[in-house]
C-alpha cells in the first residue's frame, strides 16, 4: 500500500504525459486500496468486524483510470469533460454491500439483496477486461498512426501496454478464481489453504503493480498525432515529391536524424506532410518508418562490406546511420535482411 501510493504521487508529478499521468496515479491509487482487505489476515476480520464494512475497494475505477490513461496518451489535446464522468459512477456498486451492513450490521434480513450487492462488487473485474480491450484497440491505432509520422519508436510506442493489457487481463480472471474458491475456505480448518491462496495471488498482483508504475513512469512523451493529415492543395506530382525526398536523403542524408519525423521532412521538400505521405505510401507501397529505415540501413551495409570501417564497432555505425538504441537496430536490421549484423558482416 505504501509502495503503491509513493509510485502513484511520483506518477502524478512527473512533467512528460501530465493529463494521462493523472489517471495512470488514479489506477494505481485505486489497485491499491482494492486489494488492501486481501492483505488482512481472516483472524483480523472476524476480530474487527468493523473492518468488512468499510468501503475500501476502487475496483470500478481501475478499468476507466486505465482507459482514460492510453486516450490521453494518444489523443492530442486531450481533456477530460463533464460527459466522461459516467464512466466513473459505476463506482457506487462497491460500496452497497458496505452501505447494507454498515445500516444493518450483522444481521442479514434480506439475503438476496446481499447477494446481488456482492455479485456487483465481484462484477468489477468484468469492468475492468472491458476497458482493457478498449485501451488495447486505442494502443493499436495509435501504433499505426506513428509508423506513418516517425522514423525511431524507441521511448514513444506503447507495446508494453499490448503486454499488459493481457497480463492483467489474465491477473483479474485469477483474482475471479481466487474469490470463488475462497469463498469455501473460510472455515478454522481451511485457514491455511486460504492463506497459501491470498498469498499467491498478492505476490502476481504485487509485481503486476510494480510493472504498471515502473513502465508508465519511464514512458516517455508520446508525440501529438491528428486524427487525419491537413487537406492541403496538391502542387507537386508524387514523382517529383519522391525525386526532393530522394535527394534530402541520398545528398543531405536527412535520415542520420534520429528523431526524424513527417513534419520535418515536408518541411525540407517544402511540401505538405499529407502530400508527403501519400507519395510514399501509394507510390512505394511504404508508410515512413519502413522509407527512412531503408536509406539507415543501406548505409550501414555499405559500411559493413567497407574495409576503412572494419575497426569500427556495428553499434557506431548504426548510431551514425540515424538509430538511437541497439536493441531497435538490431530488429530492424534482421527484419530488412534476414540476418543479424553480425551474420550480415560475416558473410561480407
Not at 512505394?284 to 519502413?290: A, H, P, T
Amino acid at each position: 500500500m505504501a509502495n503503491g501510493a509513493i509510485f502513484s504521487f511520483l506518477i502524478f508529478t512527473k512533467k512528460e504525459n501530465q493529463p494521462a499521468n493523472r489517471f495512470l496515479s488514479l489506477m494505481i491509487l485505486s489497485m491499491c486500496f482494492t486489494f488492501t482487505p486481501y492483505m488482512l489476515d481472516p483472524i483480523v476480520w472476524h476480530t474487527f468486524r468493523w473492518l468488512v464494512w468499510m468501503p475500501f475497494s476502487l475496483s470500478y475505477w481501475i478499468g476507466p483510470a486505465f482507459y482514460f490513461y492510453i486516450r490521453a496518451l494518444t489523443t492530442p489535446n486531450f481533456k477530460f469533460v463533464k460527459a466522461h464522468w459516467w464512466h466513473f459512477f459505476p463506482i457506487v456498486l462497491n460500496y452497497l454491500h458496505s452501505i447494507y451492513h454498515g445500516t444493518l450490521g450483522d444481521s442479514n434480513p434480506y439475503p438476496g439483496f446481499h447477494h446481488v450487492a456482492e455479485i456487483l462488487e465481484s462484477a468489477a473485474i468484468v469492468s475492468v477486461i472491458l476497458y482493457m480491450w478498449l485501451a488495447y484497440q486505442l494502443v493499436k491505432a495509435y501504433q499505426r498512426s506513428l509508423l506513418d509520422r516517425v522514423s525511431n519508436l524507441d521511448h514513444i510506442d506503447l507495446k508494453w501496454i499490448n503486454r499488459l493489457v493481457l497480463v492483467v487481463a489474465g491477473v483479474f480472471m485469477l483474482i475471479l478464481a481466487f474469490l470463488i474458491i475462497s469463498s469455501g475456505l473460510m472455515g478454522k480448518d481451511k485457514l491455511y489453504q486460504w492463506d497459501r491462496l491470498r498469498a499467491g495471488t498478492l505476490v502476481v498482483y504485487a509485481t503486476i503493480l510494480y510493472w504498471l508504475s515502473i513502465s508508465g513512469f519511464r514512458q516517455g512523451q508520446t508525440i501529438t498525432i491528428s486524427g487525419a493529415l491537413s487537406k492541403e492543395h496538391k502542387d507537386h506530382k508524387p514523382t517529383s515529391i519522391l525525386l526532393k525526398l530522394n535527394q534530402l536523403m541520398t545528398q543531405e542524408h536527412a535520415y542520420r536524424n534520429s528523431d526524424l519525423n513527417l513534419s520535418d521532412l515536408s518541411k525540407a521538400a517544402n511540401v505538405s506532410e499529407r502530400a508527403v505521405s501519400e507519395a510514399i505510401n501509394q507510390e512505394l507501397g511504404k508508410n515512413f518508418y519502413q522509407f527512412v529505415n531503408e536509406y539507415r540501413i543501406d548505409e550501414v551495409k555499405a559500411r559493413l562490406k567497407d574495409p576503412n570501417c572494419q575497426h569500427l564497432k556495428i553499434i557506431s555505425l548504426a548510431l551514425d546511420a540515424g538509430f538511437n538504441s541497439k536493441a531497435s537496430f538490431n530488429r530492424v536490421f534482421k527484419q530488412y535482411t534476414g540476418n543479424t549484423p553480425q551474420q550480415y558482416k560475416s558473410q561480407n
